[in-house]
């Protein structure tokens, strides 16, 4: 009888209630390699025509890792950023998507990352520690359907199918995603620690989120 008692805290302490909070100064850590853990952003949009999702991350892996995964009933990687740091590439999909190169992120440093995305023109483009990177089409269909935003894992369904192997392990903070394009001036405020009015979806300063499994908040290193 203990035994299955202990075995039912384990199972409701793994994932936790959906919560609302201010996170500055905080990061979350992911400390092992899993196909389970992360943490999921809520929100009530549906639809979604342009796109700026902004973060800063700190890692060792040499590998590939997943940064940031929305899915939608219909498209599994309605947007995806996607890193591949043995090859100094960047994925970024909205549906499908364009490759990134001569990205240079290395081990063990902080970077501020942005990416955005207008179904106007289709076009994506990422910016890395202040600096732009080419432009690149993805698709100009908006983006449809409750998703399901992922912090840590890649999805390759509509909320699931996690792989070990594209597990993200290390900090992620300071997370703000847009419905609209933000402008350069904007991005560079972001990269800058400067004032920047919070993400409209996903807000840093008010974030709405579940964690699954052993994901930690924690203060924030002074060098971030």
């Not at 994932?15 to 899993?34: H, I, M, N, R, Y």
């Not at 106007?120 to 600096?131: D, F, M, P, T, Y």
């Not at 405020?189 to 499994?213: A, C, D």
Request: net charge negative; hydrophobic share 35%; charged share 15%.
């Amino acid at each position: 009888m203990m035994e299955k008692l202990f075995l039912f805290t384990a199972l409701m302490i793994s994932t936790c209630c959906a919560v609302t909070q201010d996170l500055s100064g905080k990061v979350f850590v992911f400390p092992k390699e899993t196909n389970t853990d992360h943490v999921k952003l809520l929100t009530t949009r549906s639809t979604f025509y342009n796109v700026t999702v902004c973060l800063r991350f700190l890692t060792d892996l040499n590998r590939d890792y997943s940064l940031f995964s929305m899915s939608t009933p219909t498209v599994e990687n309605a947007f995806l950023i996607y890193g591949e740091p043995a090859n100094h590439v960047f994925h970024v999909n909205s549906g499908s998507g364009p490759t990134f190169h001569a990205v240079p992120f290395p081990q063990n440093t902080w970077h501020s990352l942005c990416s955005t995305w207008g179904h106007g023109s289709g076009v994506a483009q990422i910016w890395l520690n202040g600096k732009p990177y080419v432009k690149k089409f993805v698709t100009n269909q908006p983006i449809s359907g409750k998703p399901i935003s992922i912090l840590g894992q890649e999805q390759d369904s509509y909320g699931g199918r996690f792989d070990t192997a594209q597990s993200f392990v290390g900090m992620i903070s300071d997370v703000h995603m847009w419905d609209q394009v933000l402008t350069p001036t904007e991005i560079k405020s972001y990269m800058n620690h400067k004032h920047v009015t919070p993400g409209n979806v996903f807000n840093w300063r008010s974030l709405q989120y579940e964690i699954t499994g052993q994901v930690l908040v924690d203060d924030a290193p002074d060098d971030m």
